[in-house]
């Protein structure tokens, strides 16, 4: 089975900071990480490659140091990676990002002289939070879709898909190629172990530009193809004063806090 | 290139399952009423399903002024093909200027290929939605970057505007029983084999049942409690307001809750008229999922946590000791 990896290179959203005048992100020192949901997409795409054989072939769009992102996934088990990045890409919404994807999965398909069974990815990225760059990529492919996935399995030639619902679960049977989002496996994603490290610290990460995909009409990229425009960004305001009890004892705050709750008719 | 003007009308998205229409259908029609008369609009609730029509009066009921349906047996269950063929097809017959979609798991995997197929823009989980004075362009506001920034996003060129809006921000309004409006059936059929999925089976952890998004007081749980154990004191404390247990991330991530308790940017976003706070501290993806909340009071050791910073009532101190001090507090109350 041939495998797809989309992954994309966040920032760690527990780490980052906002510049409270200029409203833009602090990036200095805010380390970069592959995003996690897309971590799990790749270990599944890692192991059905173990069982079924095939190749798994990495590819994220970004920035050139977005590569470092591409290189850590050859380290877990990726047989290739790909970074897509070019001058004309930048400032895609998500319909410019996956019309680009959509396009450089058939160029790499070309390349590597393979055709896809499975395009994997994580449910979102943890920066963005959309979920709507995969289902975009399915949408162009034309291929059918699994979003939300919990466990993944191969079975005579389909793919049979846990699928994560509000209070509990679906088993989705889908024929290939398909692409399947995933929130999280009932397996952990693996550690490089070092020789696969030292290995992908060498290899170097091919690019693809706009020149690299033939059929790319550059109308529909980056900022000029984007149909949602963002008109501003500001730091979410939280502050409110509060009657805050400290230094009192347990049941005479309770107690009081208690019968505010019930004087303003809340309880 | 888009005629823009041809484009008229709010429409919101009904999601329903096994004929039942999802609340937050409803929701979505209470925050664009106002929308649509500002405007000077209609608005539109489209229901894709299986024996929908009382989902559509209900839709109605709740604010729409009228109801188109696709109705059908292959509309059961969701499925990507049929409902994304269904309400691309009604969207190219009608029109609609804005379209927006409850961002449960199946609007979200149903929204992007619909924005796709029609060539549009698509905002995710907006907290805010607005008409911008100077274009009457929708504003939509989401958060990004684990709701550390906020943006404004618009969609000046392309029709129609399409906004995903989580279950639970909004709040419904309230059902009028008097109210009338034109109920539309469209004929739109999806073939099986069109279907390129297929539902095997369905395990619904009903034991489990959580409703946070339409629960009135939560008491929720954070690293703070401490253990699995201690969670014991939270639902004691929850039973006596009769309100629904949470937890922050921490505690799935430690294994003491499952994730169907979650609070917060990467679990449920609620809005219940009290929320109560256990030993969380406040991180900003937490506080992003309980900004709908009227009110917030908090409970932890720390005066410094960030959580206090968004509570109306606070507690400062040892959890162990208020914890079964509150619920002796409001038991003597409700006696």
């Known amino acids: 089975m041939n495998i797809c990896v989309c992954v994309k290179q966040v920032p760690d959203t527990t780490e980052i900071r906002i510049d409270p005048e200029t409203h833009t992100l602090i990036r200095a020192g805010v380390p970069s990480i592959v995003n996690p949901f897309d971590t799990y997409a790749l270990e599944a795409a890692v192991r059905l490659r173990e069982k079924l054989g095939g190749r798994v072939v990495v590819i994220s769009m970004g920035p050139p140091q977005a590569a470092e992102a591409v290189r850590s996934c050859l380290a877990v088990g990726a047989d290739e990676g790909y970074l897509i990045s070019g001058r004309k890409f930048g400032g895609s919404d998500t319909l410019a990002t996956s019309y680009i994807l959509s396009e450089a999965i058939r160029a790499v398909e070309k390349k590597e002289g393979i055709s896809f069974d499975l395009i994997l990815g994580g449910k979102q990225a943890v920066d963005g939070d959309t979920a709507q760059v995969a289902p975009e990529i399915a949408e162009h492919l034309g291929l059918p879709q699994v979003t939300y996935a919990l466990g993944i399995e191969e079975k005579d030639g389909e793919l049979r898909v846990k699928r994560d619902c509000d209070n509990g679960y679906d088993i989705i049977s889908v024929k290939l190629p398909a692409v399947v989002t995933v929130v999280r496996l009932p397996y952990e994603p693996r550690y490089p172990s070092i020789g696969p490290w030292l290995e992908s610290k060498k290899r170097t990460i091919p690019v693809l530009t706009e020149a690299d995909l033939e059929t790319v009409d550059l109308t529909r990229c980056g900022l000029n193809g984007s149909p949602t425009k963002v008109k501003k960004s500001y730091t979410p305001v939280r502050e409110k004063h509060g009657v805050i009890l400290s230094k009192v004892p347990a049941d005479e705050a309770s107690a009081k806090v208690a019968g505010m709750l019930r004087e303003a008719g809340i309880i | ?335």
């Open chain 2, 1 to 335: 290139m888009t005629n823009l003007n041809e484009y008229r009308n709010i429409w919101v998205y009904i999601e329903t399952e096994c004929g039942k229409a999802k609340n937050v259908g409803f929701e979505l029609l209470n925050a664009a009423r106002p929308l649509a008369e500002q405007k000077g609009c209609e608005l539109v609730a489209v229901v894709i399903g299986n024996s929908i029509e009382s989902a559509a009066r209900d839709a109605i009921c709740y604010g729409a002024d009228r109801a188109i349906i696709v109705d059908g047996p292959e509309y059961e269950y969701y499925s990507t093909d049929a409902f994304v063929n269904a309400l691309v097809a009604v969207v190219q017959k009608y029109k609609p200027e804005t379209l927006m979609i409850g961002a449960t798991n199946n609007g979200r995997d149903m929204a992007p290929r619909v924005s796709c197929r029609i060539g549009t823009g698509l905002t995710a989980d907006c907290t805010e939605i607005g008409v911008d004075e100077a274009t009457g362009n929708m504003a939509w506001t989401r958060p990004t970057f684990g709701g550390n920034l906020m943006a404004v996003i618009m969609c000046p060129e392309h029709r129609p505007q399409m906004g995903t809006v989580r279950p639970g921000v909004f709040r419904k309004g309230v059902y009028d029983e008097t109210r009338t409006g034109e109920i539309i059936h469209e004929e739109f059929h999806v073939a099986a084999d069109e279907i390129r999925t297929k539902l095997v089976e369905r395990v619904q952890e009903v034991a489990d049942a959580v409703d946070l998004e339409g629960a009135e007081i939560i008491v929720s749980g954070g690293r703070g409690v401490g253990s699995a154990d201690n969670f014991r004191q939270i639902f004691e404390l929850a039973e006596v307001l009769g309100a629904t247990v949470g937890c922050s991330r921490a505690v799935v991530d430690a294994g003491w809750m499952p994730h169907i308790h979650q609070v917060g940017q990467s679990g449920k976003t609620v809005a219940p008229k009290l929320y109560i706070a256990v030993g969380i501290s406040g991180a900003i993806q937490h506080l992003a999922g309980i900004a709908g909340a009227d009110k917030v009071f908090a409970i932890n050791k720390d005066p410094e946590a960030p959580i206090f910073s968004v509570a109306d009532y606070g507690i400062v101190g040892n959890l162990n000791d208020v914890v079964p001090a509150l619920t002796e507090a409001f038991r003597k109350l409700k006696a």
